[in-house]
Structure formats: C-alpha cells, structure tokens
C-alpha cells in the first residue's frame, strides 16, 4: 500500500531586487511518499501550489510513479 502525506510549510526565499537584498516568506507544500510497512518516507517533493502538491500525491497513490536513476520517485511527463 502507498501512501502520501501533503503538509504545509512557510519556507524563506533570498531575493534581490535592484537595492533591495533579503528574503521572503512563502507558503510551500511538502508531499512525504510512504510505502507499506516503512516508517520513514522513500521521497520527499516541495510544491509551490496546494493543487500541484494533492495531485502527486494521488499519482503516487494510484502507482503512477517510477523510480528514478537516484531512488526518488519521479513521475511521467505530460
């Protein structure tokens, strides 16, 4: 069974816009892929939007995933 967990996080991002040198708070999406059994996760995904982050995580769920040349789960591309 597959099984994968999307939280929310704020996340700081260095800017620089002419003068201006600092960060940014942002909200970010976390997705944890779990498979049966396991106690910690085989991968980890950031999403910059909710919908992107809800929808790799029923890709995952429903096996539409792969695992990548360096064991992280990948998807196809449309």
Do not use: W
């Not at 620089?16 to 976390?30: L, N």
């Not at 992107?52 to 792969?66: D, H, I, T, V």
């Not at 064991?71 to 196809?76: D, K, L, N």
């Amino acid at each position: 069974m597959r099984e994968a967990i999307v939280t929310e996080d704020y996340v700081d991002i260095d800017v620089c816009y002419g003068d201006y040198d600092g960060h940014e708070t942002r909200k970010s999406y976390e997705v944890a892929f779990f498979v049966s059994g396991d106690e910690d996760p085989i991968d980890r995904h950031y999403y910059k939007t909710e919908e992107f982050a809800k929808n790799a995580a029923s890709l995952f769920e429903r096996g539409l995933y792969y695992i990548g040349q360096y064991g992280g789960v990948e998807f196809e591309e449309c």
